[in-house]
Nanobody, 117 residues
Framework: QVQLVESGGGLVQPGGSLRLSCAAS????????MSWYRQGPGWERELVAT????????SYVDSVKGRFTISRDNAKNTVYLQMNSLKPEDTAVYYC??????????WGQGTQVTVSS
């Protein structure tokens, strides 16, 4: 059974930090490109960060560069998103995504991140 389970979301004040985790099971995690997406109120879902299967390359949307870091631990089948210096505009549901080239992809259920004073 394929599962992507996000955790670590919550309410945080501007300037604070959160670390999101996504625990994967039911597929060969180390073969998949992992990404974090988010969908804020009134916005379409956007790609936030991506990491290649062995962690050799990462990419970020411009708005989070220097603040967010994506990482993965293939031994634990887990991908992380460290979010620092959070802003109200980071408020969104954050989704974990796994992709194997153009053939397979899986989505988590999402975790809510709210940045507010």
């Amino acid at each position: 059974q394929v599962q992507l389970v996000e955790s670590g979301g919550g309410l945080v004040q501007p300037g604070g930090s959160l670390r999101l985790s996504c625990a994967a099971s039911g597929f060969t995690f180390s073969d998949y490109i992992m990404s974090w997406y988010r969908q804020g109120p009134g916005w379409e879902r956007e790609l936030v960060a991506t990491i290649t299967s062995a962690g050799q390359s990462t990419s970020y949307v411009d708005s989070v560069k220097g603040r967010f870091t994506i990482s993965r631990d293939n031994a634990k089948n887990t991908v992380y998103l460290q979010m620092n210096s959070l802003k109200p505009e980071d408020t969104a549901v954050y989704y974990c995504h796994a992709r194997y080239f153009a053939w397979d992809d899986y989505w988590g259920q999402g975790t809510q991140v709210t940045v507010s004073s």
